[in-house]
């Protein structure tokens, strides 16, 4: 139970599935996890700009990116990693609501912190996807040059050095992002959507 009191949840005058049908296709939440560096934001830009570019309605949410305003306050200690994980699972669903293809780009290294943000909406909406590329390859990219600052005791709470990740045990999609090209990847990705039926709009009711 949060904090405040005397609120009262307010329906909207166009819902979720009028939006659905107006733009032609369903919202969901693609969530994609795994250690930094193994592509996560690459990948979550590169779909979103294949759903952009067939007229769909798409934002990504970026962990850096949310960082620097919304979460800007937090650190990552197990704590504030579990707070972070929490506002990103509720603007989500905000965006889910707005009729939104919502790309998050998250580490999220803890199984009960992205088990809670599935839980906030309908079952079909999460969709999972575990960029599994392991340690040694994300290490040795590097990109940001935050592993040698781990190895080096520069950064503490580091994921997968100092700080422990969980994989997911049963996501919709596991990608070996280590190994395999970005545009195969992406191929995969909306292949799934489209089996799903989220590129497209639910029959009228």
Request: charged share 20%; net charge negative; proline share 3%.
């Amino acid at each position: 139970m949060g904090a405040a009191t005397n609120i009262v949840w307010h329906e909207a005058s166009v819902d979720r599935g009028a939006r659905a049908q107006q733009r032609g296709h369903r919202s969901a939440i693609l969530w994609f996890t795994g250690l930094s560096g193994s592509g996560k934001s690459s990948l979550a830009n590169a779909v979103n700009a294949v759903l952009f570019e067939r007229g769909l309605a798409t934002y990504v949410l970026d962990g850096d990116n949310v960082r620097h305003g919304l979460c800007k306050d937090l650190g990552f200690s197990d704590a504030d990693r579990e707070e972070n994980i929490r506002r990103i699972g509720e603007v989500a669903k905000l965006f889910l609501d707005a009729g939104v293809i919502t790309l998050t780009a998250f580490v999220s290294p803890f199984q009960a912190d992205r088990a809670q943000a599935r839980a906030l909406v309908a079952e079909g909406d999460f969709i999972e996807i575990y960029c599994a590329a392991d340690l040694a390859v994300c290490e040795g990219r590097d990109p940001k040059g935050l592993y040698a600052k781990a190895r080096a005791g520069v950064i503490k709470d580091f994921t997968g050095i100092s700080s422990p990740y969980e994989a997911p045990l049963k996501p919709e999609l596991r990608l070996n992002t280590g190994a395999m090209a970005l545009e195969q990847s992406v191929a995969l990705v909306i292949d799934y959507l489209e089996t799903q039926g989220v590129l497209t709009a639910p029959s009228p009711t």
